[in-house]
């Protein structure tokens, strides 16, 4: 059954009642087109089959056009021409989402209006790529997706290398007047320039160069981190459902995109719904049938506050990426650039505490005891 916007009263009953009945994980497929039947979306019924918003989230495919891309900068000309790639883009980068009408999470949640939220958004994004530009090789870009005209990020033009236009979120604010949830990360991710590509989230900021972790890509095709600090983690853990969706790294290939897109149906289906907990679930789908081969990112590289009652974290060797607001929100240090390294002054294993206000960090002393039975470790601060 295909709902269409001029159906009677009746036909949308009827088509109600088999929506109800389909589950979200059957989805039929033409094996001509690639592309999946619309019938299993409970979430937009009532978009005409003639929509592009309709094919841009039914097709599995990358959504980037040359007409998407807003920006270029020079930066980007310059790598293009000395280096060029096969989709004509740079080949490596960080990708960053923004859309003021899917105030899901963070800065968003508390604004008043979506331009309020956007500009929210785009001040804390622009911290996080502002702090990768301090790290990032030369031929390493750094990409921003958005909904709303160039203008709005003209302020912060000079930290990207591409500004591009995302459709799908903006087609669909009149079915969706309260957004379109966390597929707005989703969508982000499916408008990458990069062959290679890292997504962050904007409660992020850089300690070091990131591009050692790509190696990841060599041997699979996607690489994401896994979560520290949610409640009922060991459950989580146990049913592979603990991944954090900050921050993913992955290729764009076919079965990527495919990925992408059944999580992205998934979440239409539940809409007020977390995307983490997908991610588990089509990876263990995808992982069993053997289309993807997926990398867990090391702690020192995706570093977060450890658990809600901010105990110890332990870490060695240098950390790359700081994720979370308990982060951001420190004092002591003052500033992220003195917090990476104050938290990397020492590389050897540490422990990490912080109160969200203050940063402490401890080593173990050199000149702990050795007793007859046994080794008794004591702990030393590292001073700031």
Same mark, same amino acid.
């Given at each position: 059954v295909e709902p269409v916007r001029d159906a009677s009263a009746a036909s949308k009953e009827q088509n109600a009642n088999v929506l109800n009945e389909i589950d979200d994980e059957i989805l039929t497929e033409s094996d001509a087109?690639?592309?999946?039947?619309?019938?299993?979306?409970?979430?937009?019924?009532? $978009?005409?089959?003639?929509?592009?918003?309709?094919? %841009?989230?039914?097709?599995?495919?990358?959504?980037?056009?040359?007409?998407?891309?807003?920006?270029?900068?020079?930066?980007?000309?310059?790598?293009?021409?000395?280096?060029?790639?096969?989709?004509?883009?740079?080949?490596?980068?960080?990708?960053?989402?923004?859309?003021?009408?899917?105030?899901?999470?963070?800065?968003?949640?508390?604004?008043?209006?979506?331009?309020e939220a956007f500009q929210r958004y785009l001040n804390e994004v622009s911290a996080s790529a502002r702090s990768a530009r301090e790290v990032l090789p030369g031929n390493m870009g750094i990409a921003l997706v958005v909904d709303q005209p160039l203008e709005m990020v003209r302020s912060s033009l000079g930290l990207f290398d591409y500004v591009i236009f995302n459709r799908v979120t903006d087609e669909a604010a009149g079915y969706f007047p309260n957004g379109m949830g966390w597929t707005v990360k989703l969508l982000t991710m499916l408008f990458t320039p990069f062959e290679q590509t890292l997504y962050v989230d904007g409660d992020t900021r850089f300690c070091a160069d990131p591009s050692g972790e790509f190696d990841a890509l060599k041997y699979a095709a996607i690489a994401l981190a896994k979560d520290v600090r949610t409640p009922d983690l060991a459950t989580l853990r146990a049913m592979n459902l603990d991944f954090n969706a900050g921050v993913v790294l992955y290729r764009r290939n076919r079965v990527i995109a495919v990925l992408m897109h059944e999580i992205i149906r998934m979440l239409?289906?539940?809409?007020?719904?977390? %995307?983490?907990?997908?991610?588990?679930?089509?990876?263990?789908?995808? %992982?069993?049938?053997?289309?993807?081969?997926?990398? $867990?990112?090391?702690?020192?590289?995706?570093?977060?506050?450890?658990?809600? %009652?901010?105990?110890?974290?332990? $870490?060695?060797?240098? $950390?790359?990426?700081?994720?979370?607001?308990?982060?951001?929100?420190v004092k002591k240090p003052s500033t992220p650039r003195q917090f990476c390294a104050y938290l990397n002054s020492v590389l050897d294993t540490r422990f990490v505490y912080t109160d969200c206000a203050e940063l402490r960090v401890l080593t173990i002393d050199s000149n702990s005891s050795s007793q007859k039975d046994g080794f008794t470790p004591t702990l030393r601060e590292v001073p700031r």
């Open positions: 087109e690639g592309v999946h039947k619309f019938h299993h979306l409970k979430a937009l019924p009532e $978009v005409p089959d003639t929509s592009r918003l309709k094919r %841009d989230l039914l097709s599995d495919v990358w959504l980037l056009e040359p007409q998407s891309v807003m920006y270029r900068s020079e930066r980007a000309h310059e790598t293009e021409r000395t280096k060029p790639t096969d989709s004509g883009f740079m080949r490596r980068g960080i990708i960053y989402g923004i859309s003021g009408t899917s105030r899901v999470g963070g800065q968003g949640k508390t604004a008043a209006s979506s331009s239409l289906n539940h809409i007020s719904e977390g %995307d983490q907990q997908y991610w588990g679930l089509e990876l263990e789908k995808f %992982d069993v049938f053997g289309n993807v081969r997926y990398h $867990v990112l090391s702690p020192r590289f995706h570093f977060q506050p450890c658990r809600r %009652d901010k105990s110890a974290c332990v $870490v060695d060797g240098q $950390v790359t990426l700081l994720h979370g607001r308990c982060w951001l929100s």
